[in-house]
């Protein structure tokens, strides 16, 4: 378990960790989701010893190592340039933390060639960095990190400079990882879909500062306030409250919306707005719209309600949510 | 826009006649009056007592000068791009100073520093160690001479392999030296060889600076350098003054094939 208190880092003026507290469960899968900028990677390097704090304390597993350097924190960490060993070998680049503890020579041998078949580098023992693709560097450096049992492994934006495709296969191979060796893990992304797809749990930073903890489902479902709500996925304002496109739902006239928010015991707005443009999306359809009062904003329907409904561009409308929260914040949304 | 035909082979000669007649012309020169005589009397003239003593002086002093400088521009390339350094502005323009500073005006400021009534010349009375007027003079006006060529090949790889490297080997569990003996050394390996190479050229052609605080004795106290000088201007020995040349530039030659070869390695690898 990874335990911060108070953590406060500064940069001349500039606060990047205004007093956070963050407490990671043993064998959790925890994702760092923010902005560029919010402090994610400060958070994570403070963690792991590579940044000194100007107040707070870190603990792992019980033991307080705010002023332990990065060598005695039982730590992995893997940076998003993969920061691989460019002269040494895969082999050598897997086998450093081992050879630095003097373990005997077959032992070594024996761990990096599983870490290897692990990671899916099997027969590429001899090969350098640059002879690696940006995916197998970043598995390499998995490799590296894991091979001195770290009670913790720290991973930095790990997939942010691998394309899409790439980006995807490996963050369920992570998950899978995970699921199979239980290490104590923090991921940092400020991609939501990379957040809500890996992590048990997710802590949203924002300006320094932890906006909301839990689970990825009620993150989603239950945001606390609106820069959660809109950081972890499309929102549409309805009147004074920030909703999921794919919780609006159109009437065609307002008593018939009124009965049904009523049967649904659903709260809010009702809307009056026009169908600008209905797009087909494969699966769903998204229909934009502009409500009353000049506001523009996005619904997202099934195809079979888009087919039975068959909303047409100029077609006046009610709109309303299935599910909103009391009324946010007004400002605006970060 | 596109260069004619004629202006580019007007451009390609221009540039063929400078190269010639600036570089391969003299050089031709001295080989010519070297070898014209055939290969026993260079052979002699380069075994005289006074070359050879000049030979292994020239060789002692670039065995001192590339450790000290190999030491002192590695610890301070790491300082200037690693480390929180005070007055970081002043530090490059002192390690650039001997670029701008004319290698005589070196030996002045050696023999002011170090001589009879020099701050520090009291060290010869008390100890009898002769500074000015011996080796010690001599290699420290070629250590200062070749101070930044260490620093300058360094310094910017460090800058391009950043810090993550030396990151990951510490969250690894290693300690500095560790951290530096096999990550950062091996990382630099290639611009402090150029700058060993460069320091190695620079120091066996040093005349400036090692005149000035050399005795100048042959057989004792001159460099190769010094030797081609005093047996043309005080010997009247043209002869012998080409055939200490060519074997200076004999020895400037090995050391740029040995860059060559190790530059080659390095794009094979
Ligand atoms: N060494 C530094 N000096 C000055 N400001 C820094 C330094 N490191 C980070 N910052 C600032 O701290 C803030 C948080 O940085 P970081 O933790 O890297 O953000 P994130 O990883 O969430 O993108 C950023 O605004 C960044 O500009
Ligand atoms: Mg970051």
Known sequence: MITVTDARKTYGDFVALDDVSLEIPAGSLTALLGPSGSGKSTLLRSIAGLEDLDGGNVRIDGE??????????????????????????????????????????????RKVDDLLEIVGLDGFQHRYPAQLSGGQRQRMALARALAVDPQVLLLDEPFGALDAKVRADLRRWLRRLHDEVHVTTVLVTHDQEEALDVADRIAVLNKGRIEQVGD?????????????????????????????????????????????????????????????????????????????????????????????????AGEDVVAWALRSEEPVGAGPVA | MRTSRRATLALRT?????????????????????????????????????????????????????PLNVVFGVVTAIALARWRVPFRGVVQAVVDLPFAVSPIVVGVSLI????????????????????????????????????????????????????????????????????????????????????????????????????????????????????????????????????????????ALLTLLGMTLLDRKRTHR
């Open chain 1, 216 to 312: 990825p489902v009620s993150l989603y479902e239950r945001p606390e306030n609106d820069f959660v709500m809109s950081f972890l996925g499309a929102v549409s304002r309805l009147g004074d409250r920030l909703v999921r496109p794919h919780d609006i739902v159109l009437e065609r006239d307002h008593a018939t919306a009124a009965s049904r928010q009523a049967a649904e015991g659903a709260v809010g707005p009702l809307v009056a707005a026009r169908v600008d443009r209905v797009v087909r999306l494969g699966f769903e359809v998204r229909i934009e719209l502009t409500a009353d009062d000049g506001e523009r904003f996005v619904a997202q329907v099934t195809r079979a309600e888009a087919e039975r409904r068959r909303y047409t």
């Open chain 1, 64 to 109: 307080d190592v705010t002023h332990q350097p990065p060598q005695h924190r039982g730590i992995g960490f893997v940076f998003q340039h993969y920061a691989a060993f460019k002269h040494m070998t895969v082999r050598d680049n897997v086998a450093f933390g081992l050879t630095i503890r003097r373990r005997p020579k077959a032992e070594v041998a």
């Open chain 2, 112 to 251: 002011m520093l170090w001589g009879v009534g020099g701050w520090f010349g009291g060290l010869e009375q008390s100890t009898g160690i002769k500074v000015i007027f011996g080796l010690p003079g001599m290699v420290i006006a070629t250590v200062f001479v070749t101070l930044p060529f260490v620093v300058r090949e360094v310094e910017p790889v460090l800058h391009e392999i950043g810090t993550e490297q030396e990151q990951a080997a510490a969250t690894l569990g290693a300690s500095g030296w560790q951290t530096f003996w096999r990550i950062t050394l091996p990382a630099i390996r290639w611009g402090l060889t150029y700058g060993v190479v460069l320091t190695v050229a620079r120091a066996l052609g040093e005349f400036g600076a090692v005149i000035m605080v050399s005795s100048g004795f042959p057989g004792v106290s001159q460099t190769l350098t010094l030797l081609v000088h005093s047996r043309y201007i005080d010997d009247h020995n043209t002869y012998g003054a080409y055939t200490a040349a060519t074997l200076l530039m004999g020895l």
């Open chain 2, 14 to 66: 221009l540039a063929l006649v400078y190269l010639v007649g600036l570089l391969a012309v003299p050089i031709v020169v001295i080989l010519w009056r070297t070898f014209g005589e055939g290969l026993g009397p260079f052979l002699a003239s380069v075994r005289t007592p006074a070359a050879v003593s000049a030979l292994n002086l020239s060789l002692l002093i670039v065995a001192i000068t590339v």
